[in-house]
Structures are given as C-alpha cells and as structure tokens.
C-alpha cells in the first residue's frame, strides 16, 4: 500500500475492467482466428523465470533486462518477471526437445510482461503482449508471413491506416560484429563527450548507444558509421527478397535504416508497425536464441503486439464491441420455495444457453423489479408463493411494461420462443 495508507492500484499497473474485457476479447478472437488458421499452436510459459535465462538471451547491457525487469530472490534463487515472451518460449522449446518435432514450429502466446519502465501514454508496468514465433527455419518467405501475419490482424480490426510497417535489415551477427568494432573506434576518443549511461556502453554494447535518448548522444550518433554499410551481400539479397514477397502480398512498408530494435538478439530482419506518434504497435525479427541459450541452430523470426496498445488505437477508432454480458432474463421472487424453484428455472434457462440470473435476497417485488431494470434485462419472470401453488409464473416484458401468467411447465419454452437463435450462448466439451 502507499505511504498514506490509500488501497490503491501499484504505478504503471492497470485494471483491465469489465468494460475494457470486451476489447480484449475481440482481439483475443481475432489473433486466434488467424493463428488456427494458419498453424500456429498455442503455448503458455510462466511469468517468471531465472534472471540469467533473460540476461544471456536479451543481453545484460540492454535497458529492458539491465534497468527495467523486475528482479527478486527466493531462497536462493535470483528470479525476474519476464519483461518479453520470446526468451521463455524459446527456452521450452529448448527443454521440451521441440526440435524433434516437423520445423518450423508455429507458436503463439497472449499474456501479460513486466518491465519497470516510466509509465506514460500506451507503456505500462504490466502490459500483455500478443506474441508469435517460427522457429527452424531461415527462409524470406516465414519472414514474410509473420509481418502478413500481423497485417492481416490489424486489417481485421480494421486498424491497417493507422501503423506504418518500418523495417530494416541489421544483418547477420558477423557483420554486426565487425560495425560494432568501427562504431567503438568511433565513440572511444568522444568518450567525455557522451552520457555516463552511454560511457559505460562503448565497451560492452556500442550500438545501444544510439538508442539513446540523451541529446549529446544523439548529436554523435547521427555522425557515426552506418550499419548499412556493413551488411553483408548475402544479408541484403535476403532483405530483397523479404521486399519482393511484401510487394507480392500488397503490402506497403517502409524502409528505415535507423530501425535496429532494443533487443539484443535480433539479426537481419527487423520491423514495426508505428502509429503517427512513432509508438509501437508490434514488433519483432529474425533471431536464432536457441543458438543464444544452447548452441543449437534455430533460425528463428517472431513479433509481439502490445494488446494495450492496439486497444488504444480500437477505442480511438469508435469501435464498440460486442456486448457479450448482456442479460435477457432476470428471475424475481419472493419467499424461500419461490426462490428454489427460480434457481431450478435460471439453471434450465443457462442449460439453454440464456443469459439470465436474478432469484437473490429478501427484497420487495418492486425493488427486484428495478433491479432487473438497471441490469436492462429484457424480460423478468417473477414467482411468488401464489405462483408456486398454482405452478405458474408472471412472464413481464420490461420494455412494454406487459405481462402474462405462463404454465411452469412452459416456461422455458415461452423464452427461447422469445429469443433469437443466434443469441443463445451454447457451449460444448466437444
Ligand atoms: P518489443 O518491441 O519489446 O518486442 O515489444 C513488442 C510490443 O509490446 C511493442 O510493439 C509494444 O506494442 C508492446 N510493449 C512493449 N513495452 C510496452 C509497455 N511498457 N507498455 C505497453 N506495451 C508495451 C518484444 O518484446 C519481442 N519479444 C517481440 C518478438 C517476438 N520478437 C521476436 N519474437
């Protein structure tokens, strides 16, 4: 709790109300029509794993796992919440054998990350991730296929206008290796020059320095070698063919030298889908982390949506969705028979796929009444000691005000005649 003692939500967190859920849900439906569609295969990792595994596989000097992941220790063990999903997933791939099974693999995942970052418009301290992986394979055309993949999601919810698809190659890390020996010729006899957090960069990870947000940095950077300039023949054919099957698929993109991604383990392809303020959507690239974690080859490309994000950019759009916790029946009574006989109708009626609840408390008829209103029930049936005895219920329309007596026995009958098909919420085991 805060110092003052206030109940109040920890900063940079956030609820994910009901009203907020239908958003969710409309995204979780449409990432998962796609990916069935497409073979990809849901997998869930836990939160929260060794500290190292993220520090060997994102890279130690990177600012997601050096400054923004949430660190812990229990007993012994020095753990962290997952600030990304990649580097779980690609150790369950490590651990389970994946490799033994037909490559490339699909794997998909929805859920929430960590990373303690200054909490401001569409970045949050816990945010959930839609996240994609193709592992076993280095081909152009997967790479291609992750980035269809991701517009072909923002085109289902109808938000393709809004994002800007930059994207870059950085090359292989041979060719990364030798920019980043030019790049500490460059920064070490400017060294005084640079930021404290940046100093301490040269050595260790040279090219995070132009990330950074300082402005001497950002002065020297823009006169550093390019890393265009390094990247190998073989690298950029690949990069032209990815182009070529995009110009193929229709879709539009952007080149941007200056995209590299703020995670250490990406080589060649890089990508996102920014909005008009330069905030990304979704991200990803080609890495190959089981190379990273276990020195076995798995050229690999993936991407993550920040689903906060693309909730942002629905609510922005006027789009509503589909009220799914609507309620049709709200169930009235008075006296404890009544209310055993409305609990024995309300779970006829669920079986049924209606939506209805009611048969609560000891209030009056009429505040009942007005609580089936403020729940916009469109029918309430309402059963007293009088209707028991004669085996009947009072069926009331709440819109017109009007009601009848309907037989017990008919009742259920009564309703699904009043209810449209498609509105029944059915489901099945199988
Ligand atoms: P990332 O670019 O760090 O990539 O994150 C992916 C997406 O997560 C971003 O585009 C953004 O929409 C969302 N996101 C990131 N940080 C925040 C935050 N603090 N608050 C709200 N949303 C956020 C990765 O995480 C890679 N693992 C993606 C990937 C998968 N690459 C290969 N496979």
Redo the contacts with the bound molecule.
């Keep these: 709790m805060s110092s003052e003692n206030k109940i109040q939500l920890v900063r940079g967190m956030k609820d994910i109300l009901p009203e907020d859920m239908g958003f969710f849900l409309t995204i979780e439906e449409a990432i998962r029509y796609r990916c069935i569609q497409s073979g990809f295969k849901n997998i869930d990792t836990p939160v929260i794993e060794y500290q190292e595994l993220f520090e060997r596989g994102i890279g130690g000097d990177v600012d997601?796992v050096s400054k923004e992941m949430y660190r812990f220790q229990v007993g012994k063990n020095n753990l962290a919440l997952r600030p990304?999903?990649?580097v779980g997933i690609c150790r369950s791939y490590i651990e389970h054998g994946m490799a033994s099974l037909p490559q490339p693999i699909r794997l998909y995942s929805i859920g929430p990350c960590f990373?303690h970052?200054r909490p401001q418009k569409?970045?949050?301290?816990q945010?959930h991730?839609a996240?994609?992986?193709i592992m076993g394979s280095r081909d152009a055309s997967i790479d291609a296929q992750i980035i269809y993949m991701a517009y072909k999601i923002l085109t289902d919810l109808e938000l393709e206008d809004r994002f800007v698809l930059n994207i870059n190659t950085i090359g292989t890390p041979e060719c990364r290796k030798q920019y980043e020996e030019e790049l500490k010729d460059y920064f070490l006899p400017k060294k005084r020059n640079l930021s404290f957090d940046s100093q301490g960069k040269i050595e260790s990870n040279p090219l995070r320095i132009l990330d950074s947000k300082d402005e001497d940095d950002i002065i020297l950077s823009k006169m550093a070698p390019k890393l265009k300039d390094y990247i190998s023949e073989d690298s950029k054919d690949y990069f032209n063919l990815l182009l070529s099957y995009l110009d193929e698929l229709e879709i539009n993109y952007k080149v941007n030298d200056n995209l590299v991604?703020?995670?250490d383990y990406y080589h060649d392809t890089v990508f996102?889908f920014l909005d008009e303020d330069c905030l990304?959507?979704?991200?990803?690239?080609r890495?190959d982390l089981v190379k990273i974690l276990n020195n076995q080859e798995v050229p690999s490309m993936?991407?993550?949506?920040?689903m906060?994000?693309l909730i942002m950019h629905l609510k922005d759009s006027g789009f509503l969705p589909k009220k799914r916790d609507k309620i049709d029946v709200y169930v009235a009574c008075i006296g404890d028979t009544a209310k055993g006989k409305a609990m024995k109708i309300l779970s006829e009626l669920h079986d049924c796929g209606v939506h209805a609840f009611g048969a609560i408390g000891q209030s009056s008829m009429r505040s009942q009444l007005r609580n089936a209103s403020k729940f916009s029930a469109k029918w309430t049936l309402i059963i007293g000691e009088v209707e028991v005895r004669e085996n009947a219920i009072i069926l009331r329309d709440m819109d017109e005000g009007r009601q009848e007596r309907v037989k017990l026995d008919d009742v259920i009958e009564k309703i699904l005649s009043l209810i449209d098909k498609k509105d029944l919420d059915k489901w099945s085991l199988y």
């Design positions: 997601t990304e999903m990649t990373r970052d569409g970045r949050y301290r945010f991730q996240n994609f992986e991604r703020g995670l996102e990304s959507v979704c991200g990803g690239g890495y993936g991407m993550a949506f920040g906060e994000r």
